[in-house]
């Protein structure tokens, strides 16, 4: 039984959990055993201790049987992207000039998970300081794939089945991107909804800790665990979707036939769901702009964040991230500014074009994803949402020659919950259709 443990939700696991169908130690096994046999073609894990793993799973079976309650998240066995520090793992950054780096504590997202519960497995892999340079992750639905990046290990890790949910970062594309490309369910809550303390930084005004799972309600229910503020928020939940404005963007001409097609036949399941979809009212120079910016600022604080490591180990840095350092130093403080005045600006036009509109529904990549010697894909179709900082979600919708495609779903600041069951509903829809088909 417990080696089959793996392909169950977090949430049924927690379930098995409460009727003691199943233990923790059951649930590590269970995913021990899956990396095991994936880990050798898809190389997710920077650091995986399987004995510490199981360690850690029996002390928490122990204090469950000695009458401590379980926690929201027990029976979730997740993965950390390993630019967030941890205090019993090494963190390098995915640089290799922090090879063997040992954090002296927990980042706060990783202090929520175990005070939550979580079964913390290892940390994924990433590209260096979560930037472009990639790391050994191949995508588990064919191995000549990138999975994406910069969050490459972590969505691999849950399409591939050895994590229920991962912990991931978006500063530009770096959660939605690899979940399209993976197949996996990834969302990037608004900016700071989720304290990111302890998390490596590029860009502090982007950097968003992210997550991957593969169902919505598995993001929601961890989402609810790590939000560092419950938000009172006017937006309440929407149960059942009532507009979604199709937005295919200003790089629609990018996205591939098969991306254009699959989309189609989501507009048209939403139609006959009752669902009005309508087209938003927004300026597609604006949101042309905003990508640009999203990758004028993050050279400039990336040259900042990462200033020490440039001017003293320069000759360890990848050339990807010495070219967007370099890229930064270059840029004069009023051009920097003028940037961020210009996103200020558009975050109250977005509002202002999301009124009475459930979800903005575009597209999370291109297509479907490129051969790893290409690089890690484009986030042309990201940029914009993460410049705003404003959540967005990949819902897995169709494939392209056997590879997943995934279409981004986009909501006011602070609208996360009222997404997420947004998300869900939609997801239901696709449930439901591809169970009759």
């Not at 929520?112 to 979580?118: E, F, H, I, P, Y």
């Not at 669902?275 to 600022?297: K, S, T, W, Y």
């Amino acid at each position: 039984m417990s080696s089959l443990l793996w392909q169950e939700h977090g949430g049924r696991l927690r379930q098995r959990l409460l009727a003691g169908t199943c233990s923790q130690a059951d649930i590590a096994a269970s995913c021990i055993e899956r990396i095991e046999a994936r880990e050798s073609q898809v190389m997710a894990w920077a650091w995986h201790d399987k004995e510490q793993v199981l360690a850690s799973a029996r002390q928490a079976d122990l204090r469950h049987a000695q009458g401590e309650p379980l926690g929201p998240l027990a029976g979730f066995a997740v993965g950390i992207k390993d630019i967030i520090d941890t205090a019993d793992m090494p963190t390098a950054y995915g640089a290799a000039l922090y090879r063997g780096h040992r954090p002296a504590r927990d980042a706060a997202v990783v202090a929520r998970l175990r005070a939550a519960g979580a079964l913390i497995l290892g940390k994924t892999v990433t590209t260096e300081f979560a930037y472009a340079a990639p790391g050994p992750t191949r995508n588990p639905h064919a191995h000549l794939h990138t999975p994406g990046g910069s969050s490459s290990g972590s969505a691999a890790a849950v399409a591939a089945g050895m994590a229920s949910v991962a912990i991931s970062s978006q500063t530009g594309g770096s959660t939605i991107r690899p979940a399209a490309f993976c197949g996996v369910v990834g969302f990037k809550p608004t900016h700071g909804r989720i304290d990111g303390a302890g998390m490596k930084p590029l860009a502090p005004s982007s950097d968003t800790v992210g997550l991957h799972a593969r169902s919505v309600e598995d993001v929601a229910r961890l989402f609810e665990a790590l939000v560092a503020e419950p938000e009172p928020t006017p937006h309440g939940r929407c149960a059942q979707p009532q507009r979604v404005a199709w937005y295919p963007g200003p790089h629609a001409a990018q996205a591939s036939a098969a991306s254009h097609e699959m989309s189609g036949r989501l507009r048209l399941r939403l139609h006959e769901a009752g669902i009005e979809v309508v087209e938003p009212g927004l300026d597609m120079d604006m949101v042309a702009r905003l990508g640009e910016e999203n990758r004028l600022i993050m050279a400039v604080e990336a040259s900042r964040t990462l200033a020490r490591e440039y001017h003293e180990h320069r000759a360890q840095l990848t050339p990807q991230t010495i070219e967007l350092i370099e890229r930064g130093l270059s840029v004069g403080d009023r051009q920097y500014h003028a940037a961020l005045a210009f996103v200020e600006r558009s975050r109250d036009s977005f509002a202002h074009a999301m009124q009475g509109i459930d979800a903005l529904l575009g597209f999370s990549a291109p297509g479907a994803a490129p051969l790893a010697a290409s690089g890690t894909g484009s986030s042309l179709f990201n940029r914009p949402w993460s410049a705003l900082g404003v959540p967005c979600l990949n819902l897995p919708c169709g494939s392209e020659q056997g590879l997943p495609l995934g279409v981004q779903l986009v909501a006011p600041a602070h609208a996360d919950e009222s997404l997420l069951a947004v998300a869900r509903s939609i997801e239901v829809l696709l449930e439901t259709a591809a169970g009759g088909s």
